[in-house]
């Protein structure tokens, strides 16, 4: 592989102008396409095989027309403290603000709370319902518009007006801001690190022409694959940061092989041929680790998996060809500054920051590894309070209106008000189908938790009806999925008795099934991606241990992440200084989402140092002092590139939504931990206790795994007397296209050289 990617890059290096020509056609291309191809549709979220997906697929199959797609807006009123909202001033105003809400050019209707019944029993709270016509990424910005100046109108009468629903959600994606502000400290920490803006520069322009090159392939394609806005929110984020990184390391590597004296194109060849061989393969590890996600059995999952994996190939493929060409048109812009000056290229120094820290942990290995374990595992131990959920506007900042119309609800109608379940009841092949139904109803309404049982609604053919269960607490309550255990587990008995059965379904359903699913998807998800990836491992490295010492230390790393998740957004620990104003359970998807991502950028991190470890070894040195060469050359853009995604995953953190905010500090978290814990301090220390035992591989393996030859080895052998005969010859082809092409333009001057050929 090191031979093929070597001439590759040699290639893109002589061939830069089509290399890049290439490329701009390409954007073009799928941009055009983007533009071109029709708008994304609605993200339809669906889990199948679990109930309440069963009860809502029932439900639209007996209800045709009934599950709408509008957006909806629950408006809440509330009267001044000691007055009702039914006095007669406060009656007007709520009916004149609803008879408003109801005149939106996109509302289907608005349901005037007092015909409804939709008023406390203490008679100080009201709530209407306004559908709409249109889903919740439709909504123009003028019937947004609308909706909050009737809201304020309604406020100017004295009453308390809070509004939630889908209707109130912003557009867009989040994380913007945060986008541009990681990208700007990536810039920062590049600068610093290679002490030149087009070195700095350089990563940032190719990893931002990856994206741009992925997120148009998806905007084209989600029509005909039937991909949401959403689907790409992972592809842009990893596409992003596995870019910069790759990028990063090439331009390293050819930094390095400049300072031994190779010429540009040399140097651009054999950096490819070598940074670029631990490309591919960490590239690959994130791949497996974004595929992996379809087992999980998520349909809206596995498409933001696929289409990241994507993201991350597009990201490969730049770092091996469009780099190596932009460093053929600035070959010395890479360099340092002295560099440049001076027009001598220095040789790396042979005592760094990296080396010191690498003889530090040679020294004490032992107590370097149990302080790691200790530590990461002390941090994991609140993981085994993990409780998942779906936080909805009850985790949202109190200044929200959707946080304070959660609240207003709670207090007049009970905490269980804001997710009440929904029974589906199967009576078809029922002779007295209505008795059934009543009998289920009664059931349940006498069921321990349950506060009321509203009258159900039968579908035409009188087979199937559907009643709301309002639990007695919150939907994020511990005690309300017991409450679903428990009325879905008197199922049995009442289908014996009555012939029909139900099935429970509705948000607070919903969300209780997605937990209960990823969580039993999480063990063989990690067994799936972590062991393809230690297959793949041992081809890299040609050893058993270190592909082993590589997966439990990422998932230490993962475990102390999910721990520090609890702490803070579970138990609330320091949560205030993060702007977290109410703590439950943790994201469904949370654990998913962090495995796979961090899975990614571990492996890369393992394998850029770890290669470089391993490179040293195979040429002759010593296991020890091959740790020591490994960071000598690696660690600093390892850390570099940590602090480039821990940059960008902590900006999250100021964001205003609460599953924003945890998405980033759990991604921050693990990166810290996997870089600067596990592979920083523990892989050393384990490499310096196990010696040469480390890249130890049974010979009968050895002879079953395929070569593929990462460390450059072949490279290594090529001679300089042949590298600058090649060299010349190189040179002189380039001087013969040129002359033909001047040739080309004089006739005369074709002729000299046909003369002078002969």
Excluded: C
């Amino acid at each position: 592989m090191a031979t093929f990617l070597y001439r590759v890059g040699r290639l893109a290096f002589r061939r830069r102008w089509y290399v890049a020509l290439v490329w701009a056609a390409v954007l073009a291309a799928v941009g055009l396409g983007a533009l071109k191809a029709p708008g994304a549709a609605d993200e339809e979220f669906s889990m199948p095989g679990i109930e309440s997906q069963k009860a809502f697929d029932l439900m639209e199959e007996r209800f045709p027309g009934a599950s709408a797609d509008g957006a909806t807006a629950r408006v809440v009123f509330v009267a001044p403290g000691g007055e009702k909202v039914t006095a007669t001033e406060n009656k007007k105003a709520v009916e004149e603000a609803v008879a408003e809400l109801g005149q939106g050019a996109q509302v289907a209707a608005a349901v005037d709370p007092f015909q409804a019944r939709a008023v406390s029993e203490d008679g100080t709270t009201a709530y209407s319902t306004v559908t709409y016509k249109v889903g919740a990424n439709d909504l123009t910005d003028a019937s947004k518009t609308h909706l909050t100046q009737t809201l304020a109108q309604a406020r100017d009468s004295g009453l308390t007006v809070e509004a939630g629903g889908s209707a109130m959600d912003g557009g867009g994606g989040p994380g913007g801001a945060a986008e541009v502000i990681g990208v700007a400290i990536a810039a920062v920490v590049l600068l610093v690190t290679f002490g030149s803006l087009a070195a700095a520069g350089l990563p940032l322009l190719t990893a931002i022409i990856g994206v741009g090159v992925s997120m148009a392939t998806i905007l084209a394609l989600s029509s005909a694959l039937g991909l949401s806005t959403t689907t790409g929110t992972l592809a842009m984020m990893l596409g992003l940061a596995v870019g910069i990184d790759y990028a990063l390391f090439v331009v390293s590597r050819y930094r390095e092989e400049r300072a031994k004296g190779r010429t540009p194109q040399e140097a651009t060849g054999m950096a490819v041929g070598t940074a670029g061989s631990a490309v591919v393969f960490a590239g690959l590890t994130v791949v497996i680790a974004l595929a992996g996600l379809s087992v999980v059995g998520i349909p809206m999952l596995t498409k933001m998996g696929l289409a990241a994996a994507g993201a991350v190939v597009v990201a490969v493929l730049v770092a091996l060809t469009l780099v190596p060409a932009f460093l053929g048109f600035w070959p010395n812009a890479v360099l340092s500054r002295r560099a440049r000056k001076s027009g001598r290229v220095e040789e790396e120094a042979a005592e760094n920051g990296g080396t010191r820290w690498a003889r530090f942990v040679l020294r004490r290995p032992l107590p370097v590894l149990l302080l790691g374990v200790v530590g990461l595992g002390a941090l994991a131990v609140p993981m085994t309070d993990l409780q998942l959920g779906m936080p909805g506007d009850e985790a949202k900042a109190t200044s929200t209106t959707e946080r304070r119309a959660y609240d207003a609800l709670a207090d007049a109608f009970g905490p269980g008000f804001n997710g009440p379940l929904t029974v589906v009841v199967d009576a078809r092949g029922d002779e007295d189908a209505k008795g059934a139904v009543t009998a289920i109803s009664e059931q349940i309404g006498g069921t321990k938790g349950v506060v009321s049982v509203s009258p159900a609604r039968f579908n035409e053919a009188g087979d199937t009806a559907v009643f709301s269960v309002v639990p007695s607490t919150a939907p994020t309550d511990e005690k309300t999925k017991d409450l679903v255990t428990t009325i879905r587990g008197e199922r049995a008995g009442v289908e014996a008795e009555t012939g029909a059965t139900f099935e429970v379904t509705g948000t607070t359903a919903m969300n209780i099934d997605i937990a209960d699913k990823v969580q039993a998807a999480l063990v063989p998800y990690l067994i799936v991606v972590v062991g393809l990836a230690i297959v793949l491992l041992l081809v890299v490295f040609r050893s058993l241990l270190v592909p082993l010492k590589a997966a439990l230390g990422f998932l230490l790393s993962v475990l102390a992440s999910l721990g520090a998740v609890v702490v803070v957004f579970q138990q609330g620990h320091g949560a205030e200084l993060l702007g977290v104003e109410q703590t439950g359970p943790i994201m469904s998807l949370m654990p998913i989402f962090l495995v796979g991502i961090v899975f990614g950028l571990a492996m890369d991190y393992e394998v850029f140092l770890v290669s470089r470890m391993r490179e040293a070894y195979v040429h002759g040195e010593p296991a020890r002092q091959a740790v020591t060469s490994g960071f000598r050359h690696s660690a600093r853009v390892v850390v570099a590139a940590a602090l480039i995604m821990i940059a960008v995953f902590a900006g999250f953190i100021g964001e205003s939504d609460s599953m924003i905010k945890m998405i980033g500090f759990g991604l921050a978290s693990a990166v810290l931990f996997d870089a600067f814990v596990v592979r920083m301090a523990i892989v050393p220390a384990v490499l310096a206790l196990l010696g040469d035992k480390a890249w130890w591989l049974p010979k009968w393996l050895d002879r079953i795994l395929p070569r593929v030859d990462v460390e450059g080895e072949a490279l290594s052998r090529r001679s300089e007397p042949q590298e600058r005969e090649q060299e010349r010859e190189q040179e002189q082809e380039q001087e013969q296209e040129q002359a033909d092409a001047e040739a080309g333009a004089d006739p005369a001057r074709a002729a000299d050289l046909d003369v002078a050929r002969a």
